[in-house]
């Protein structure tokens, strides 16, 4: 069983910059693949990062592709989600995911693939 525990969501104006933080524990000396997603009111929950274990390789949707920026510390089995140039659209419920991860190269971009989900935390972006 994984535990994930956010942090860092919050109200801010378009244009400026939060930073999420997902907290990862589990079975000792783990290894996860992580990723975030997020859901608007009234949407599907999307894909918006993910980055494999070994940090070496990530992914990102097209719309916050050169806005946000994921990146993992190992040593403390965290994920963050740094997001600049926030735009109104932007605004949902962001939620970590993770999976344990069997090596270094991998992620996933499909919800369906991750099997250990955080409570969600609140991104609102004003205009």
């Known amino acids: 069983q994984v535990q994930l525990v956010e942090s860092g969501g919050g109200l801010v104006q378009a244009g400026g910059s939060l930073k999420l933080s997902c907290a990862a524990s589990g079975r000792t000396f783990s290894s996860y693949v992580m990723g975030w997603f997020r859901q608007a009111p009234g949407k599907e929950r999307e894909f918006v990062a993910a980055?494999?274990?070994?940090?070496?390789?990530?992914a990102y949707a097209n719309s916050v592709k050169g806005r946000f920026t994921i990146s993992g510390d190992n040593a403390k089995n965290t994920v963050y989600l740094q997001m600049n140039s926030l735009k109104p659209e932007d605004t949902a419920v962001y939620y970590c995911?993770?999976?344990?991860?069997?090596?270094?190269?991998?992620?996933?971009?499909?919800?369906?693939?991750?099997?250990?989900w955080g409570q969600g935390t609140q991104v609102t972006v004003s205009s």
């Open positions: 995911a993770a999976d344990y991860a069997l090596s270094g190269n991998y992620y996933y971009t499909e919800a369906y693939e991750y099997p250990y």
């Open positions: 980055i494999s274990w070994s940090g070496g390789s990530t």
